[in-house]
C-alpha cells in the first residue's frame, strides 16, 4: 500500500485512480503506484486520462499541457491539488475555440487568484481563525507563523505566496523586502478584544499548558490583580504592538502610533473592523475568490459565565476603563483611516 505525505495526498491519489480506470495517470509523484506517470517524466505525446495537479506546480506546467486542461474538469479540490479528468470517450466533444478559451481563462484565474500575494496579520481575538481558514484552502504556498520568532527564523519567506500570523507588521515587510505586496489585518475594539482574550483563556476545554505566562495568569487571576501584572500592559495593546512596533529596538507608545499611522497611510496594510465585516468578506471576494460570509468559529459561549459578579462589575469602573483610553484613541483612528 502506498504512503502518501498526507491526507490531502492520500485522497487526491485514491479520486485520481479510482476514476481512470485503465487509462494514464499523471501525478507530482509515482509512491509505487502502478499505471502512474511523475511531473518528471512528462511527455508531450500521452493523451492523460486524469492529472493530478499540486496547486504549488500547476503554473509551471509546459505550455502544451496548460493548452489541454480546457478539455479537463475538476473532479476533487482541496487545499493542495486539483485532480482533473478528461471526459470519457462516449462523452467528449470538440470544444469551440470561443469556449474553450473562455474555460482556461476561468482556471487559469482561479489559479492566478491562488497564487496571488496575499498577507495577514492575525491580532488575536479578531476573528482570525476564520480568516486563516479561508487563506488556507483559497491559496497556494500558505504559511501560518504563530509567534514571531517563528517568522524571524524563516529564511525565505517570499517562498510562500501567502503568510498568516501573530507577528509585528515591520517584521513581515522586512522579511519581504522589495517583495512586499498586499496585506491586510482586522482590528477590534480593544475592551471587547481584552475580555474575549480573558475569556478564551478561561475556557474549560483549554489545555493551561498550552498557554504562555500572560495567559496563564489570565486564568488563574482575578482581573483587577491581573491589570496590575506586567503582562496587562502588553494585552491591553496588542493592536498598536502588532502594528507600529519597529522590526528592531524598543518603542514609545507615540512611536508606534506614529509609524503605524504611516504604514496604513502608505498603503502598506489595509485595515478592516469586526465590528462590521461586509467590506472584508468583499475583500476576500476580490482577492481570494472567497464565496459567502466568515464562519464564526472559535468564540466562547456564556461569555458572562467566565467573569465573577464582582468582575462584571470591575469592567464598568472608570479604573479599569483608564487602562484603555491610549489604545481606544489608536483604534478609533485606524478606524476613521479605514473608512477614507
Known sequence: ?????????????????????????????????????????????????????????LLSFPRWLVARLAEYETVLENSVFFVLRRPRTEGRFQLATSVAQAHMTEIMHRVSGLSAQLDFVHIPKTAGTSITQVLRSKSIGYQYFSTHQELTACTDINVYSTVAGHFYLSKLLEKRGSNAGDVFTVIRNPVDRFLSAVGHARRAEENPESFGPSM????????????????????????????????????????????????????QIKIFDQSNLAP????????RNHVGGLSTLNRTQNKANAFTIEEQAFCGSNEFKAHFRDEISFYNMLCSMSEN
Open 1 to 57: 500500500m502506498a504512503i502518501y505525505p498526507d491526507t490531502y495526498w492520500q485522497v487526491a491519489y485514491e479520486k485520481a485512480l479510482r476514476v481512470a480506470g485503465n487509462g494514464p495517470v499523471l501525478v507530482p509523484e509515482a509512491f509505487g503506484e502502478a499505471g502512474v506517470t511523475p511531473y518528471s517524466q512528462i511527455s508531450s505525446t500521452t493523451d492523460y486520462e486524469v492529472i493530478v495537479a499540486h496547486k504549488d506546480a
Open 216 to 267: 496563564k495568569a489570565m486564568r488563574t487571576m482575578s482581573l483587577p490583580e491581573f491589570m496590575d501584572t506586567k503582562f496587562a500592559g502588553v494585552e491591553i495593546a496588542q493592536t498598536s504592538w502588532m502594528l507600529g512596533h519597529p522590526s528592531r529596538d524598543g518603542s514609545t507608545l507615540e512611536e508606534r502610533f506614529s509609524l503605524a499611522e504611516d504604514y496604513v497611510r502608505s498603503g
Open 280 to 287: 472584508l468578506t468583499e475583500y476576500l471576494r476580490q482577492t
